[in-house]
């Protein structure tokens, strides 16, 4: 009932730039905190960056002055800029939601299916 779709994966050189894109659709009464994660062959999945309905970001130390998420509520569209793109990079990034349903429902979390990201060296 809740759908989420990344895109924005692909291929690029250290050093080169990609922009994840994560669009919520479907049964949505609001959205609260939207996340990205990315597993890399072999890990566990970690936390990349978070942000808020009100727009309050946090990063993992890896990524802090690389990366940037943002948002647009209106679109229930999260996005992540990656600049400075390093071969540890390379991961399947995941979008995930926090979402509430209905004015009556709890929030739940929905993911999305992945998109791959490979930087070359």
């Known amino acids: 009932q809740v759908q989420l779709v990344e895109s924005g994966g692909g291929l690029v050189q250290a050093g080169g730039s990609l922009r994840l894109s994560c669009v919520a659709s479907g049964r949505i009464f609001s959205i609260n905190d939207m996340d990205w994660h990315r597993q890399a062959p072999g890990k566990q999945r970690e936390l990349v960056a978070s942000?808020?309905?009100?727009?309050?970001?946090n990063y993992v130390d890896f990524v802090k002055g690389r990366f940037t998420i943002s948002r647009d509520n209106a679109k229930n569209t999260v996005y992540l800029q990656m600049n400075s793109l390093k071969p540890e990079d390379t991961a399947v990034y995941y979008c995930?939601?926090?979402?509430?349903?209905?004015?009556?429902?709890?929030?739940?979390?929905?993911w999305g299916q992945g998109t791959q990201v490979t930087v070359s060296s």
């Open positions: 995930d939601a926090l979402v509430r349903q209905s004015s009556s429902s709890n929030y739940a979390i929905h």
């Open positions: 942000i808020s309905s009100a727009g309050i970001t």
